[in-house]
């Protein structure tokens, strides 16, 4: 069974600029969630994806957009990058809420 | 909306020493609880879980018990390690919306 993988590792971004990021899913699990997590910080939540349907989103601007595939995999686009965008994107893929949510290694994004 | 207070780190231990991370939280219903653990440069791994009252959620050493009358779900572990030395993280989950909140995190650094 191949857990969560994200891409890329590591991205190093210009203030203005655009990034899109992704993720698959573990197999079979059809709920994607996207986590920001500021260093030193516990991760905050952007929004999840089911079944190619936006599924609840958290308190960030319409900057931040998503989306989900048939084959469950999903992608984070950031536009028009800040400087305190800077954070480790983590991806999340669940089947039943209550079996927990399991986490990628995340993508570290650092803009300047 | 959910929210959680951990115990502020960093926790430093000997190894072979007793663990506990205090967790609290406030959350509408009787949302399931998780622990994750965050290992340095790593992505977040499930620890344990529980999903409703008096349960006790347990792996690799650790438990933790769903505490309904004082809405808490404190981590314990009988004899740490060096390896888990790590940052530790409690997440209710909100039932609408499959939604993890995670607090601050508390750092935890055994030592030989």
């Known amino acids: 069974e191949t857990g969560v993988t994200q891409s890329p590792t590591h991205l190093i971004k210009t203030r203005g600029q655009q990034v899109t990021l992704r993720c698959s899913s573990q197999s079979g699990h059809n709920t994607v969630s996207w986590y920001q997590q500021a260093l030193g910080q516990g991760p905050q939540f952007i929004f999840q994806?089911?079944?190619?349907?936006?599924?609840g989103r958290g308190n960030f601007p319409p900057r931040f957009s998503g989306l989900q595939f048939p084959n469950y995999s999903s992608e984070l686009n950031v536009n028009a990058l800040e400087l305190d965008d800077s954070a480790l994107y983590l991806c999340?893929?669940?089947?039943?809420?209550?079996?927990?949510?399991?986490f990628g290694p995340g993508t570290r994004l650092t803009v300047t | 909306g959910n929210s959680v207070t951990q115990m502020e780190g960093p926790v430093t231990l000997s190894e072979e020493a007793f663990l506990t991370i205090n967790c609290t939280y406030t959350a509408t219903g009787y949302p399931s609880l998780f622990w994750y653990v965050q290992y340095p440069g790593e992505g977040l791994q499930l620890l344990l879980k529980?999903?409703?009252?008096?349960d006790k959620g347990s792996n690799k050493g650790f438990e933790a018990t769903y505490r309904k009358e004082t809405t808490s779900f404190h981590l314990e572990k009988g004899s740490v390690q060096v390896s888990d030395s790590a940052v530790y993280f409690c997440?209710?989950?909100?039932?609408?919306?499959?939604?993890?909140?995670f607090g601050g995190g508390t750092r935890v650094l055994v030592k030989p």
């Open positions: 994806y089911y079944r190619e349907e936006e599924n």
């Open positions: 529980a999903t409703k009252a008096d």
């Open positions: 997440a209710p989950l909100k039932a609408a919306g499959n939604k993890l909140t």
């Open positions: 999340a893929s669940s089947l039943e809420p209550s079996e927990g949510q399991y």
